[in-house]
Each structure stands twice: as structure tokens, then as C-alpha cells.
């Protein structure tokens, strides 16, 4: 006879949680007080949150079940968490009761929260917005898993070193991950190589090799509710038998040797340079995960299914980005190689389960997989891709598209010098929708990339502007903002963001105001002690804190930026005298490893940081700082603290930004082109509030139309050419004056790609007004405040609720 099992019900308190992490240190990190390191703390305190999420996860998976859920497949590569401990307190809402806990055993709960390492298991926007949305499915009760790769090495770590960037490996899970849960027993082969041999009625794919994904389980809290989601990451483990089978042989070291180099294929995070590098290694990582996510998908789907008949009620497959498009050929392949369902059938579901989101315009950045590499690889995968395209292109003919060359420009094939498929092309004919993030984006990639498909398939394309999680960006980065909200406006904003727009009756409250900038003078404050901490660098927190901060590419326009520095340091220089707006330009970001220009331009800012922030002419009223290792938890120390929020790629080159969302959320002021989700910020906080300045998309198109020339911009203007011209000689490199002449050529000689020379004007005369409005404190505040009052539809929870309603058409589930 059994009695079952018997749970403790974790309360919230202080009292109980201290229990809980004294068990928690004691049985499950093995230490007792005297012990005990700050980390084994932090560890012990992390179980104990995640003893109570587990409740919820449970409950949670139990309703997904009774209720039949429809369930949302969320694939990506990339899943920029950052750190979880505060997060998942603020969801469950006991973040005072755990400071109480620790603080009665001797512990300050802010010093621990520091300790915990980002899982930074993303590039940038794409991988945070990944992160947002699951934030936002969790909170919003929709059924829905994040499925991806377990890197060992997440987003590499910067240094900088002699004002260049240094890149050491980030080892992330080196003190072991409290969060998540090895499942061991969710393990499925995946396979590469080999070759395809036709049988009477199927393909079989044979002569592989293989290697297991297991599972690694994360729980991913809702705000306020019980409903919770799942992450599920794959980590490589070389196959056992294979083992058994060297070892028989006797070749011991052979066979631990193999087992090492089937396993890289989760060992790292590839770099984004926004250009194709067409490595052997991604494509297999590629490939890893779609396929043992569709192997679990369908399990799951079978565990309560037994035929596919109510495959496409029950499931939604989303593509983030063409990165995980290889799900597409492999569930085709198990459903009519492994499960024989014919092979229209099996197109129907596909078509009925599959939705893509673009995020860039860029020609050179989207994917195309060499054929003879796949043809090695994934010789079935090819076949398939091959079938799509045929059966494709006959549709497409038979609508009308006779034009050969028509044909030629919208095969999955590009047969133009060496063949390669168009994985953006396999994502849109697969799927049922194709969006792209924000509304000017949209419309470019009908008009520009995907012309031909937009044509054919009107009805497949929609935008969804992107949206960030007001939990982490707001509540969580910006306390004192967040409680001067909440006394205003009332806390619910958390979970319908729109609320702030309450914050614009407090129009003209002076008492409100003068809180409104002391809040953010305190993250100034913050942010300075902070900083000088780490990099011995002071600075005035009343100065405008101006901040660029995002990955370092060419179309972002740091460069612009720093001329904008030159030329304020040269007028300052000229005038000493007159009463220059103090300001600190921050710069943070991350260059590709490869991208030699990149680190460039890390080296160029930091050079002028060194010339500028030691002249005493400056007198400290201007200073540059470089503050290395961006990522999620630095963005969160220092978005709260800008008042300028520099968003200045060249218009039609960023699908959307979320940076200049979470400046806006939190009261800074934008200075920015109309690019991206700048256009509907900028709508959306009335034009008074937000500097606009530079050629629009379509005045970028007719200016390289009709032939570009910035070195006539450069004779032309005085400043400029003043400011290049010491680029050029070393002004700022004296010790290696030819360091930036590559950067003078590529904007003065070399065309100027992305029109910095172009715009350079009206960018300086946008930061002349700048200043002159940061001088009226009372204006300057607010305006930041239309800002936050104006942000609230660029929610993440606006967006899910879109994608759940009008493309993965899903309910949140019941929660009773
Ligand atoms: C591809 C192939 C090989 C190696 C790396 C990659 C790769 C990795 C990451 C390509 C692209 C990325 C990331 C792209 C990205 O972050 N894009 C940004 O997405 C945001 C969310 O939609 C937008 O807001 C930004 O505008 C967009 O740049």
C-alpha cells in the first residue's frame, strides 16, 4: 500500500523563505553558514525561488493538458535572458519578503543579485526580443515553449584593453545553473550525413552519423499569475554506442575523442557581423535544434493525438528569424519519411503551422546555405527543398508567373555563380504569415526584398512591431521611476503598459515633475558610482547623459556620433569661454569578432574619450566614455539613466530597434531618424517630444539613385572636414597616426555606404536644439515624461497578443 507523496506549501513570507534557503543550503548546495560563499548563497537562494515557480509550472503544464491547448513553438537561436533571480522575485511578487530573508541571515540581497552571471545566449535585438516575448506568453497565459541551444559559451565577454576590444570566452554556467533542469531522459538522435535511397514507397535516409540533444529545462514565470512556460534548450551528448562500438575495437582515446567533436555542436554562440559567413558548424547547429525540437513536438502532439488529423488546431511553429528554417524540410521529412503520411497531406500541415518573422533588409545578411554543403550535410533535407521548389514553381506558374526570369528570381535556388537556397524564400513559401517588426519595415520588405513573393502572396504579409517586457525594463531596471509610478498612476501598468498614458494628467504638476527628474537624477547617480567603481572614470550626473548603446556596426553610425563629438570638442576648444551644455556621450556595444571596421570604431571612440576627457580647454564639460561588456544587465544600470537616446542608423537599415524603446520607456528623449520603430515612437510621443533629423528611406533612395558624392561634402563643410582631417592624421592617434585613415576613406572615397557624410549636417543642428531644450529643465522633464506616458503600446504584451490572435490564432489558456 503507497500513501503518495506529501509537498511543503511554500509560503511568501520572510520567515519561510529564510527556511526555505536554509534547507536549501544545507541539502541542496551542501554548505551551512559558516561555510557558505556569497555565490553558494546566491544559489541556495535561487533553489528556493525556483522551489516556488515550480508549483506554477506544474499547474500550468497540468491545464495545457486537460485543456487541449493549442501551443506555440517559439524557435530561435538566439534567447538573451540576462539574469533571472530579481526577475522571477518581481513575478512572483516577493522580492522585499526575499531582501527581509537574507538580511536576517546576514546577507545584502543586492550585492548577491550582482554575482549571478547573464545567460547572454544571444547576439542583440533578436535574442532579447526572444527573451521579451517569452516574458510576455508567461504573462500573458498563452500556451507557449521557447526552444533552442544550450550554448556552453554564451555572447563572448569585452574587455577593453589600450582602448580595443578584447574578447574572452563566456564560460556562463562555471558556478553550475540553479535555474534550470537537466532532463536526461529527453534525449533524441539527430543526424548528419550519409546518403538517401529510394524504397518501393519512401526515402530512406541512412549511413549517418549522429549525435543526441538533451533537453535542459528553464521555467519562465508569468507577472502575477500562476501561468508559467518552459524553455527548452538542447545541449549536445555524443551517442553511448557509438562509444561501445570504438571501445570494442580498442580504440579508447578515438572514441573520447569523437565524443568530444560530435559534442561542439552546442559548445558556442556564433557572432552576428549582419553579414553571411557560411559556416559548416552553424548549419549544424541549425539543424540540431529544429530537429529535436520537431522530434519533440510531435511526441508531445502523439502523446494525446493518434492520428495528425487536429495537427495544425493544436500547434503553431514560429520562425524567429530563417535561422531555425531547417524545421520546415525536417518535418516534412518525419511526417512522410518516419510517420508516412503522403506527401500533400504533409505540405498541408506545414502551411497551416508555420510562421516567419524577418528582421533585417540587408541582402548580405540574409541566409543562404551553399548546395553542396547541404547536399553533404543534409542530402534528404536538399531532396526535400528541392521538392518544395518544384511543386513551388509549377503554383507560381500556374498563376501566372510565365516570365523565365520572374522564375529565376524567386526559386528557393539561386542559381546565379555557385548555387546556394534562399532560406528566407523556403520560410515564405512555407508559411502562412510572414512579418516583419515594425510598420516602415513591413512595408519595405513587401516593397523591396520580397517583392515578387508580396505579389503573389498578398495576404501572407503583415507587421507586427516589436514590443519589450515593461516587467524587466521598467519595473526592474528603473525602482525609482517604477515607484513614482506606481503612486501616481497606480502599479497595474505592469500588465497593461498603456496605463501610463495616466501619467499625462499630471501635465504641468510641478511637484510631480521635480520627483520625475529626481528619479532619474538618482539613476544618474547610480550609474556614475558605478561606473567610476569599475573604470575609475568621474563625471557629473547633472550633465545630459547622451547614449548610444547597441551592437557597433556601420549602418548603426556610431561614426556619426563621434563626429559629433569632434566637432563639439573643436567649438569648445575655440570658445572656452562660452557656456557650453555639459554632457557625457556614453558608447557601449559589442563589435563581431571579424568585424575589423567595427573594432575600428571601438578604437576610434575610445581614442577620442582619452583626448577629450584629459584636455583641461574642456574643463569636464564634455566627456566620452566607452563602458565595456554591454548586455542585459548593463543595459539595465544604464538605460534609466540617459536623458538623449541616440538612434541614428541610416533610414531603412534598422528593422526595428527595442533599444530606443526601453530609452523611451525610461525617460530619455530621442534623437533619431526615421528608421525602424523611431516613426511610430516618434507618433506615438508627438513630434515636440523627439528630434527627427536626416534623409528619410525613400531621400536615402534617390540619393544613391542619383549618384552620391561625399567627398563634395567634405570640401563643402568646413567642421567636417576640420573633423576628418584630424581622423586622418592622427590628431587622435598620435603614436599611430595611420590608424583611422581607412575610416576617413571608406566615408570620404569609398561611397560612403550608409551616408553619414549625408546626414552629418542636420545631425549636428538636431544637437544644437538638444541643448538649448535640455537648458529649460522644467521642458526637458516634460517631455521626457510624454515620453513615458506615450511609450505604452511598444509593450512586448501587445505584440504577443497580436502574433497570438492573427497569426498563431491561440487562446490564453484557462487558469481557473
Ligand atoms: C546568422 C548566420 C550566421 C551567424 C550569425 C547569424 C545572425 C545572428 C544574429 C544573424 C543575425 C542575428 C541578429 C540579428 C538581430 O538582432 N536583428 C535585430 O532584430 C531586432 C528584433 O527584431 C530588431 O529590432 C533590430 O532592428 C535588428 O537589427
Known amino acids: 500500500m503507497t500513501v503518495g507523496l506529501e509537498f511543503d506549501q511554500l509560503q511568501s513570507s520572510a520567515d519561510a523563505l529564510r527556511r526555505s534557503i536554509s534547507n536549501r543550503l544545507m541539502y541542496g548546495v551542501g554548505k551551512d553558514a559558516v561555510t557558505a560563499r556569497p555565490q553558494d548563497w546566491l544559489h541556495a537562494a535561487a533553489l528556493a525561488v525556483r522551489d516556488r515557480l515550480v508549483q506554477r509550472w506544474m499547474v500550468t503544464t497540468r491545464r495545457q493538458y486537460d485543456q487541449d491547448a493549442k501551443r506555440v513553438y517559439y524557435l530561435s537561436m538566439e534567447f538573451l535572458i540576462g539574469r533571472t533571480f530579481s526577475n522571477a522575485l518581481l513575478a512572483l511578487g516577493i522580492y522585499d519578503q526575499m531582501k527581509e530573508a537574507l538580511a536576517d541571515v546576514g546577507i545584502d540581497m543586492e550585492s548577491l543579485i550582482d554575482l549571478e552571471p547573464d545567460a547572454a545566449l544571444g547576439n542583440g535585438g533578436l535574442g532579447r526580443l526572444a527573451a521579451c516575448f517569452l516574458d510576455s506568453m508567461a504573462t500573458l497565459g498563452i500556451p507557449g515553449f521557447g526552444y533552442g541551444i544550450r550554448y556552453d559559451y ?84 555524443a551517442d553511448e554506442e557509438l562509444d561501445l562500438s570504438a571501445f570494442n575495437k580498442g580504440d579508447y582515446q578515438g572514441a573520447v575523442e569523437t565524443r568530444n567533436e ?89 502551411r497551416r503551422v508555420f510562421s516567419y518573422t524577418n528582421h533585417t533588409l540587408m541582402p548580405e545578411a540574409l541566409e543562404t546555405w551553399d548546395l553542396e554543403l547541404l547536399a553533404r550535410l543534409l542530402p534528404r533535407h536538399l531532396q526535400i527543398i528541392f521538392d518544395i521548389n518544384a511543386a513551388f514553381l509549377t503554383e507560381a506558374s500556374d498563376q501566372g508567373a510565365h516570365d523565365l526570369d520572374l522564375i529565376r528570381r524567386i526559386s528557393l535556388v539561386d542559381e546565379f555563380g555557385h548555387r546556394r537556397v534562399r532560406m528566407a524564400y523556403l520560410a515564405i513559401v512555407a508559411s502562412h504569415t ?23 502572396y498578398p495576404e501572407r504579409f503583415t507587421n507586427v512591431t516589436n514590443g519589450i517586457t515593461p516587467r524587466r525594463w521598467l519595473a526592474q531596471a528603473n525602482p525609482p521611476l517604477a515607484r513614482l509610478i506606481d503612486e501616481s498612476v497606480g502599479t497595474n501598468w505592469r500588465r497593461d503598459l498603456l496605463e501610463l498614458r495616466g501619467l499625462r494628467n499630471l501635465r504641468g504638476d510641478a511637484a510631480f515633475e521635480a520627483a520625475f527628474h529626481a528619479a532619474k537624477r538618482c539613476n544618474k547617480v547610480r550609474l556614475v558610482q558605478r561606473l567610476t567603481q569599475r573604470t ?17 556596426h556601420e549602418y548603426k ?32 556595444g559589442k563589435a563581431a569578432s571579424a568585424y575589423r571596421m567595427a573594432k575600428t570604431i571601438i578604437k576610434l571612440i575610445n581614442d577620442v574619450a582619452e583626448k577629450v576627457n584629459s584636455d583641461p580647454a574642456v574643463g569636464g564639460r564634455l566627456k566620452v566614455v566607452f563602458v565595456p561588456n554591454y548586455g542585459v544587465s548593463v543595459a539595465e544600470l544604464m538605460i534609466p539613466a540617459a536623458d538623449l537616446s541616440e538612434q541614428i542608423s541610416t533610414a531603412g537599415t534598422e528593422a526595428s530597434g527595442t533599444g530606443n524603446m526601453k530609452l523611451a520607456l525610461n525617460g530619455a528623449l530621442t534623437i533619431g531618424t526615421l528608421d525602424g520603430a523611431n516613426i511610430e515612437i516618434g507618433e506615438s510621443v508627438g513630434p515636440e517630444h523627439i528630434f527627427i533629423f536626416g534623409h528619410t528611406s525613400d531621400q536615402v533612395d534617390a540619393l544613391r539613385a542619383s549618384g552620391y558624392r561625399p567627398r563634395q561634402i567634405y570640401e563643402d563643410n568646413a567642421e567636417l572636414r576640420t573633423a576628418l582631417d584630424q581622423i586622418r ?10 590608424r583611422f585613415l581607412d575610416i576617413f576613406h571608406s566615408l570620404v572615397d569609398w561611397g560612403d555606404h550608409y551616408l553619414v557624410m549625408a546626414d552629418f549636417a542636420a545631425f549636428i543642428a538636431a544637437q544644437e536644439e538638444v541643448d538649448r531644450r535640455f537648458v529649460d529643465v522644467a521642458g526637458w522633464t516634460a517631455s521626457a515624461i510624454e515620453n513615458v506616458a506615450g511609450v505604452g503600446q511598444f509593450s512586448s504584451d501587445r505584440a504577443i497578443s497580436e502574433y497570438a490572435s492573427d497569426i498563431w490564432r491561440v487562446k490564453p489558456l484557462d487558469m481557473g
Open 729 to 738: 592624421t592622427g590628431f587622435f592617434s598620435p603614436g599611430d597616426p595611420a
Open 536 to 552: 575609475g572614470i568621474a563625471f557629473d550626473p547633472d550633465a545630459l547623459f547622451d547614449m548610444q548603446v547597441k551592437r557597433i
Open 434 to 456: 510572414v512579418n516583419g517588426v515594425s510598420k516602415l519595415h513591413s512595408q519595405l520588405m513587401q516593397r523591396d526584398i520580397f517583392a515578387d513573393f508580396a505579389r503573389l
Open 557 to 588: 553610425r556610431q561614426l556619426l556620433n563621434v563626429l559629433h563629438v569632434i566637432v563639439r570638442y573643436n567649438r569648445i576648444r575655440e570658445n572656452p569661454q562660452s557656456d557650453w551644455v555639459p554632457r557625457v556621450v556614453l558608447f557601449a
Open 154 to 237: 554564451g555572447m563572448f565577454r569585452q574587455r577593453i584593453v589600450n582602448g580595443e576590444q578584447v574578447e574572452a570566452p563566456d564560460y556562463w554556467l562555471h558556478a553550475g545553473n540553479p535555474w534550470e533542469f537537466p532532463r536526461p531522459e529527453v534525449q533524441y538522435p539527430v543526424h548528419f550525413g550519409g546518403r538517401t535511397v529510394q524504397r518501393d514507397d519512401h526515402v530512406e535516409w541512412i549511413d549517418t552519423q549522429h549525435v543526441n540533444a538533451m533537453a535542459y529545462d528553464t521555467v519562465i514565470p508569468g507577472y502575477a499569475t500562476d501561468a508559467t512556460n518552459t524553455l527548452r534548450l538542447w545541449s549536445a551528448r
Open 262 to 350: 560530435s559534442e561542439n555542436v552546442s559548445r558556442l554562440l556564433y557572432p552576428d557581423d549582419s553579414t553571411m559567413a557560411g559556416r559548416e558548424l552553424r548549419l549544424r547547429q541549425e539543424y540540431f535544434f529544429v530537429s529535436a525540437t520537431m522530434q519533440d513536438l510531435i511526441r508531445r502532439y502523439l502523446r494525446t493525438h493518434s492520428t495528425f488529423g487536429r495537427f495544425s488546431e493544436k500547434v503553431a511553429v514560429h520562425l524567429n528569424d530563417t535561422h531555425p528554417v531547417l524545421a520546415i524540410p525536417e518535418l516534412l521529412r518525419l511526417l512522410v519519411d518516419v510517420h508516412h503520411l503522403p506527401w500533400a497531406e504533409a505540405m498541408g500541415h506545414i
